[in-house]
């Protein structure tokens, strides 16, 4: 593999590292600032610590076996990039208290909809079967995080408005 696709790569991967831990931190933030429903929202982040940890994983095994690893046709870095910047948006209108759970939810749902965890295994490409498992671990993810998130909205008793 060429240098520039290993860098690349490795680019491609730290900023899925950096999405997956930016929406853990969001859920951690909602799970403090909605403690009526903190168990399901530190749930979401949990998961979201080891899907970056299986990312982590991925990146360590780039750097043993970089021959196994090629950068997809859709290599999305600059949307990666504009999805951590919501992510921490939300994040700083949670903090300052401008972020009703309602709108949390919305935002959360949204997110795990259009979430590049889908699209993950087309920007970093791999022949290795267990690194392919662990793709499509993240790719399924993102619908059970709906369904999750979907479920909660539904639950919730007359969310403030806003």
Not at 11 to 29: D, G, P, Q, V
Not at 90 to 95: C, E, F, R, Y
Not at 103 to 115: I, M, Q, R
Request: charged letters at 25%; a negative charge.
């Amino acid at each position: 593999m060429y240098d520039t696709t290993v860098n690349e790569v490795r680019e491609a991967l730290n900023l899925m590292i950096e999405a997956e831990h930016a929406i853990e931190k969001f859920y951690s933030a909602c799970a403090a600032r909605f403690p009526e429903n903190q168990k399901f929202w530190l749930g979401l982040g949990k998961e979201e610590s080891a899907h970056a940890a299986l990312l982590i994983g991925m990146a360590q095994a780039l750097s043993k076996k970089p021959d196994a690893f090629s950068i997809g046709k859709m290599s999305p870095l600059t949307a990666i990039q504009a999805a951590v910047g919501r992510i921490y948006a939300s994040l700083a209108k949670l903090n300052a208290g401008s972020l009703t759970e309602k709108n949390a939810l919305l935002f959360a749902y949204e997110f795990e909809s259009t979430t590049l965890e889908r699209e993950y295994w087309e920007v970093v490409q791999t022949n290795n079967p267990d690194l392919l498992a662990a793709f499509l671990k993240l790719r399924n993810a993102g619908g059970d995080h709906r369904d999750q998130i979907r479920k909660q909205m539904q639950e919730t008793k007359r969310p403030e408005n806003g």
